[in-house]
């Protein structure tokens, strides 16, 4: 954690972006966004060309080979490139690239042997930590769709898997069980809410795990993180126009991305609320998104897939809830925090969603049998 937490200061930090900057001086360097793990940061250019890029520092305790994430990187967006060069889409998509230094090295190791990696800043775009409209949602979808899409064709073996155990439910699980072992919660309401609430899914909880191991679901490629802000809009159109935080981008079950799609965007209260209690999965955004994303995906998902797609959803919601909590029992080791109770309320809020998407299954499953 103290290596997350530690603040880069300016100068240190203009003079870390001047590696990537072929072009122009370097005139502001400003943090970005609001990852858990990663430092992000926007690059502001006095340049001819490119006004922006995006620097971040790797987060090496999580990522240990940040330099497969690069290679994976370089790998699927040449890919995404040529397929869009070869066969263009009638609206505006853009793949973020990855920048390289002065020495064409895609990353750069400062003194104290952090990993700094630039990608390109998709101008003109924003991003949206919740939504609150079906047009929005709709769009949040064909961008996961699209997304997939333009990676369908390249074979999952071409790329490393760079985060292992990533989205296997039941490697969280154990993880879990040992940190249990190791510490007695301080008892509370909520923490004992948690506790039978892991409890009661555990067996479960290895559902999309079995649905691969018996062949009923396809390794393919996988976004792996894509909630709602990482979806850039165009500020003008307000259409979608890329997915980007591609750190994650490896082999997996493209149900990991539908599920934490819709758990991220159909709870309008967004996963940092305090309101815990009021925490609802609205399926007119669940409708939303899955028309967005089957009006690309249709193309590719087999009888199958649909039949995952509520599970992926429930599971999703469920694994976030067991990560916070596994990571507030264990002393908040791997996501960032702003108080020390910080992950316990986000497990609250992943379980209390959890929830309510048991709660409106038969509702949930009507809406994808009626969109095959
Ligand atoms: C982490 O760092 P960020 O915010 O992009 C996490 C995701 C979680 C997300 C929850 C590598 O993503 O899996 O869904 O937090 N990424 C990793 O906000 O663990
Ligand atoms: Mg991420």
């Known amino acids: 954690m103290t290596e997350n937490l530690r603040t880069q200061d300016t100068d240190n930090l203009v003079a870390i972006a001047d590696q990537f900057a072929l072009q122009g001086k370097v005139t502001a360097v400003q943090s970005f966004g609001s990852g858990n793990i990663n430092d992000t940061f926007l690059v502001t250019l006095d340049s001819p060309g490119e006004k922006h890029f995006v620097l971040q520092r790797i987060n090496t305790q999580v990522f240990h080979q940040p330099q497969l994430i690069m290679q994976n990187m370089r790998t699927f967006t040449e890919h995404i490139h040529e397929r869009l060069q070869r066969t263009p889409l009638s609206r505006r998509w853009e793949v973020p690239r990855v920048l390289l230094t002065k020495d064409a090295q895609d990353h750069w190791r400062d003194a104290d042997n952090s990993f700094w990696r630039a990608i ?52 969280y699980l154990q993880h879990y069980d040992e940190v249990l072992t190791k510490t007695t919660p301080r008892q509370s309401p909520e923490v004992n809410y948690c506790l039978q609430f892991v409890s009661d899914r555990q067996v479960w909880a290895h559902v999309l795990e079995n649905a691969k191991a018996t062949g009923d679901l396809p390794l393919r490629l996988m976004h792996g ?100 909590f596994a990571d507030y029992l264990a002393g908040n080791v791997y996501f960032k925090v702003k108080h020390p109770e910080h992950n316990l309320a986000r497990a609250l809020v992943q379980f209390k969603l959890t929830e309510s998407i048991e709660s409106q299954e038969t509702t949930i499953r009507n809406i994808i049998q009626d969109m095959k």
């Open 225 to 324: 993180d894509p909630k709602i802000n990482n979806v850039m809009f165009d500020t003008a159109t307000q259409q979608a126009v890329s997915v980007v935080d591609l750190d994650t981008v490896k082999p997996g079950l493209v149900h990991y991305d539908i599920g934490d799609c819709l758990r991220s965007g159909c709870n309008r209260a967004g996963e940092e609320t305090e309101q815990w209690e009021s925490v609802h999965f609205d399926t007119d955004l669940c409708q939303g998104i899955l028309q967005g994303y089957l009006s690309v995906a249709k193309a590719f998902l087999t009888e199958n897939d649909y039949a995952y797609i509520y599970d992926a959803i429930r599971l999703l919601a469920f694994e976030l809830g067991v990560r916070f």
């Open 120 to 171: 390109s800043f998709i101008e003109g775009s924003q991003s949206f930590d919740t939504m609150d409209n079906q047009e929005h949602a709709q769009e949040i979808g064909y961008a996961l769709g699209m997304f997939h899409n333009l990676i369908s064709d390249l074979p999952p073996e071409k790329l490393a898997d760079t985060l292992e155990g990533f989205h296997i439910t039941p490697v």
